[in-house]
């Protein structure tokens, strides 16, 4: 069984706080584990600086993007469409990375990841997590009072 943990990160850009979402999978966080296995996509395409070019989510995009389609899937007992990580420039949605989530009696999985930008980017990865665990982890967020 994989582990998942989400905390808070707050940070400072020219005078203005931002909180944002950090995301760890099995201890590493998700954008270290996204840029190594983007890494050979990027170079194929002769622009290996983009491996990984992600930003975790604001707290208010990952409320919007994460955890209320979360609740939906889980409410619908199907998957959802979510993002975990969007563009650095702070619009999530001019380079992000999406996933499917999907709530199982037992676990939570996340899979299919996928840059819609580079569809041709293949990610094979699939994570599964407890579900007991998992809604902890988001619920710390969830509860959090700047939402």
């Known amino acids: 069984m994989d582990s998942i943990k989400f905390y808070l990160n707050d940070y400072e850009i020219e005078g203005e706080s931002f909180t944002e979402v950090v995301v760890a999978i099995n201890g590493e966080p998700l954008l270290e584990l996204i840029k190594r296995r983007e890494q050979s996509f990027a170079a194929k395409e002769g622009q290996a600086s983009i ?3 992600y930003a ?3 707290l208010i995009d990952f409320e919007e993007l994460f955890l209320r389609a979360a609740l939906e899937a889980d409410l619908a007992q199907d998957e959802r ?3 975990l990580l969007g563009c650095p420039c702070g619009i999530w949605d001019c380079w992000y990375l999406a996933l499917k989530i999907k ?6 999985k996340l ?6 930008r ?3 980017w293949q990610y ?12 902890s982890e988001i619920s710390k ?6 939402l």
């Open 118 to 120: 580079r569809k041709d």
């Open 103 to 108: 709530f199982e009696t037992e676990t939570v």
């Open 51 to 53: 491996a990984g070019g």
């Open 111 to 116: 899979y299919e990841f996928k840059n819609l």
């Open 124 to 135: 094979g990865l699939e994570f599964k997590f407890d579900r007991v665990s998992f809604v």
């Open 141 to 146: 967020i969830a509860s959090f009072n700047k």
């Open 81 to 83: 469409d979510v993002v």
């Open 56 to 58: 975790y989510l604001s």
